[in-house]
């Protein structure tokens, strides 16, 4: 079924759910390396040991020099420093950064998801494949800003949206106004954001988001596509 559907069956509003998580770019960057090169996790600190506990010599096969050059897409060394944790379109300096093939945004990604759905557009994937060279550390409240464009090209607006993120760190409240601003400029509504701790339950790889959204028909917009046959996605 496509976005538009049949004269008089277009409801007014529609509601979609997003959700996005990314784990932290040094967790990911020690599995990779551990996968890769065989070491093992510390059992006193949960993260992986060193590879001289592993024995492996500078000529072996899987020296840490080679595994590093070959492991692709690991936030490791220069990529990993340069990284910044960004949420909502803002940036946390000196926070664990998170993995990720964009800037891996999680809040932006979850609202993007969320309004996609309600809107019968498909999801961030489809729109923004990580396989593509063209998305590599793109700006998702860039992102947004064209999935708002999408929306209203095909007849629908944001009337609003609400996302939840869960992290211990960093702290969401005193960044909610900048991050809610930054958000509701692009998605062309007003999207509001909090913050919930993990309470002990885990979750300490990464950050986790989740969203709704409502849209609204511009049903003016949606009688043109259907009249042109514009309405398949």
């Not at 049949?6 to 996968?35: I, K, L, N, T």
């Not at 001289?52 to 020099?65: K, Q, W």
């Not at 070959?70 to 940036?91: C, K, Q, W």
């Not at 049903?219 to 259907?226: D, G, V």
């Amino acid at each position: 079924m496509n976005a538009v559907g049949q004269a008089g069956e277009w409801p007014e509003m529609r509601v979609g759910y997003g959700y996005d998580a990314h784990p932290f770019a040094d967790d990911r960057a020690d599995c990779e390396m551990s996968a890769a090169c065989g070491c093992v996790a510390d059992p006193n600190t949960d993260r992986h040991a060193s590879h001289a506990t592993t024995d492996v010599s500078d000529d072996d096969e899987c020296a840490l020099g080679q595994c590093e050059g070959d492991i692709a897409n690991s936030a490791t060394g220069a990529e990993r420093s340069e990284r910044t944790l960004v949420l909502g379109g803002v940036r946390f300096a000196g926070e664990r950064p998170l993995a990720g093939h964009s800037d891996a945004d999680v809040v932006a990604h979850a609202v993007i998801d969320a309004m996609l759905g309600a809107a019968g557009l498909g999801d961030i994937g489809t729109h923004f494949p990580d396989s593509a060279e063209r998305w590599r550390d793109a700006d998702s409240i860039e992102m947004l800003q064209q999935v708002a464009a999408h929306l209203g090209a095909h007849g629908w607006r944001l009337a609003n949206a609400d996302c939840t993120v869960i992290c211990d760190r960093p702290k969401i409240a005193p960044y909610r106004e900048s991050m809610q601003r930054r958000l509701s400029d692009a998605a062309g509504g007003p999207v509001t954001v909090c913050g919930k701790r993990t309470e002990g339950l885990g979750n300490s790889e990464g950050i986790v988001a989740h969203a709704v959204a409502l849209v609204l028909a511009d049903r003016e917009q949606l009688s043109k596509l259907q009249r042109s046959g514009g309405g398949e996605q």
